[in-house]
């Protein structure tokens, strides 16, 4: 029996290798069109100008490197096209002035590089980053990677909606695999149900599986020490989760077939921690010794170079937003409310005013409120609203990038209703915040969640690379909103629907 195991193993190993599976294809796909192609494209343009190899082979590996120093595996930077655009027209721009510089230095004068000639190359290595980047898009949709969910056929189908409602391309539920050998072979909720652990290894081949998604585990079986929150914090069910590891690493080691937990493929995939679904286990990352969040200094830093920089850009807006109000209903130019901040220490927030007078007090605010007067809208339309909160940045009291602060009224309403809720002041409030450029305005405590899912995410990947990323999307939001996709409710805060309309009654009463 023995042998015939292992004779089994190396036959599926034969077949597998020369297979190259959905993520080695996205990788390499990536590397080609994106990095490696722009960067030829470069070169040959330097070449035809300049007539020279060593020229040609300087601009080449300029190129390349510098696109190679700014590829953020990180952070999701397709969930964020134009920051990502930026970031693959940055890349020629810097080899190209790499490249210029060496030059400049090289005593010998054997690659002598003009910016002149460089112009070209850049050109032509931008268009070839466009080409690239629509080939890839192209592969991503016609070569899926094909995943399965060791879990329930509800959290399957979740995970099936989410992808289609964030446009996340590339990726594809085939079914779900129950692991306690209980679900049959047929569709459930419209989710494939692949059978049980037992066969596992035959559904990863049969199927040609190249993801398993570890979920929520049904809890009909009784839980053990084991039964315990993952690593990334994502609550499991009755069921063993040592025991669903020990199964898939006897059967799956030998196959092309990777293995994630549901939290972190909704971090990497979706950009923001499950709420719904997630322990204080999660935290754990940040109690780390190897974790290094953004360094105070270097943030203070950053917020106060881009916050005087903005400010002096922002002074001759302000001012004809100022005379706008004041010729549009005569009311008070700005608008102070209290909120909380770092610590949960108050903070005195400054806007202009964009809401009639008569239509103010703590509620939230939806992206077509009536409250909100005709300059006010066009100012909320554009951001220019929040620009007197520069004067927040230079004092300390805010940061460019963060969560949102809200009023003491709200954030108690709150905290009792959501986890976690409080950890959000953590870290100063932000004018713009990785939950602005993804979901636009909250409207209610459901959207409220949504927020916070973001925000936690931004809590554990917050860095000044990634204040800059979350500052270039917020550009280009101010021209092209993007409409605020939520997934399930479930997958926010596990509740009911019953619980969202109730909540949206509950903003009625107050206003």
Same mark, same amino acid.
């Given at each position: ?23 080695? #294809?996205?990788?390499? *796909?990536?590397?080609? %069109? ?10 040959? &343009?330097? @070449? ?50 790499? %490249? ?10 054997? *690659? /002598? ?11 032509? #290595? ?38 289609? #409602? ?35 290894? /035959? ?7 190249? =993801? ?6 049904? %809890? ?59 322990? *204080? ?8 010794? /190897?974790?290094? !969040?953004?360094? !105070? &200094? ?11 920089? #903005? %400010? ?10 100022? =005379? ?10 700005? @608008? ?42 066009? =100012? ?65 405590? &459901? ?22 990323? &979350? ?13 605020? /996709?939520? !997934? ?24």
């Amino acid at each position: 029996m023995g042998d015939r195991s292992r004779h089994h193993a190396r036959e599926d190993r034969r077949r597998s290798l020369p297979y190259l599976t959905g993520p080695s #294809a996205h990788r390499i *796909s990536d590397l080609v %069109a994106l990095r490696v192609a722009p960067a030829l494209a470069g070169a040959a &343009i330097a @070449h035809a100008r300049l007539d020279s190899e060593w020229q040609a082979l300087l601009v080449f590996v300029c190129m390349l490197g510098a696109s190679l120093a700014l590829r953020q595996r990180h952070y999701p930077l397709h969930l964020i096209p134009f920051a990502s655009a930026t970031l693959y027209m940055l890349a020629p721009l810097l080899g190209a002035a790499l %490249a210029v510089a060496i030059s400049g230095a090289d005593a010998y004068a054997i *690659s /002598n590089v003009q910016i002149a000639d460089m112009v070209p190359a850049v050109l032509g #290595a931008w268009i070839v980053t466009g080409i690239g980047a629509w080939l890839t898009h192209s592969l991503r949709r016609d070569r899926e990677v094909r995943m399965a969910v060791i879990g329930t056929h509800e959290f399957a189908r979740g995970l099936e909606a989410e992808l289609e #409602a964030v446009g996340v391309s590339g990726y594809r539920v085939v079914g779900c695999i129950d692991p306690e050998g209980s679900c049959p072979t047929d569709e459930v909720a419209g989710v494939r149900c692949l059978g049980s652990m037992v066969l596992l290894r /035959n559904t990863v081949l049969s199927e040609g599986l190249e =993801l398993l998604v570890l979920g929520p585990l049904s %809890a009909t079986t009784g839980a053990d020490d084991s039964a315990l929150p993952s690593e990334d914090g994502f609550r499991g069910g009755g069921v063993s989760r040592l025991e669903v590891f020990e199964r898939v690493a006897d059967a799956c080691l030998d196959l092309p077939v990777s293995m994630i937990e549901a939290g972190q493929l909704y971090e990497e995939l979706f950009g923001h921690v499950p709420l719904g679904t997630t322990t *204080s286990a999660w935290f754990q990352y940040l109690l780390h010794p /190897n974790y290094q !969040p953004a360094w !105070p &200094i270097s943030k203070r830093l950053f917020d106060l170079a881009l916050g005087l920089v #903005a %400010a002096v850009f922002a002074l001759p807006l302000l001012l004809v937003a100022a =005379l706008a109000i004041k010729i549009g209903d005569r009311g008070p130019i700005l @608008h102070r409310q209290t909120r909380l901040g770092e610590g949960g220490r108050e903070i005195e927030m400054i806007k202009l005013r964009t809401m009639r007078e008569a239509h103010r007090g703590p509620l939230w605010t939806q992206s077509e409120d009536d409250r909100i007067s005709a300059v006010g809208r066009v =100012l909320r339309r554009l951001h220019i609203d929040e620009l007197p909160q520069l004067w927040l940045v230079l004092k300390g009291e805010m940061s460019l990038v963060g969560p949102r602060p809200e009023q003491p009224s709200i954030v108690a309403k709150l905290e009792s209703r959501f986890s976690y809720y409080d950890r959000r002041h953590l870290v100063k409030p932000g004018i713009t915040g990785w939950a602005q450029v993804r979901c636009g305005y909250s409207g209610s405590q &459901i959207g409220s969640a949504w927020k916070l899912c973001h925000d936690l995410y931004y809590l554990k990947r917050r860095s000044t690379l990634f204040d800059l990323l &979350i500052m270039l999307e917020t550009l280009s939001t101010v021209f092209v909103p993007e409409p605020m /996709n939520r !997934p399930d409710e479930r997958f926010i805060v596990a509740a009911t629907a019953g619980e969202e309309v109730q909540a949206r009654l509950e903003v009625g009463q107050r206003a």
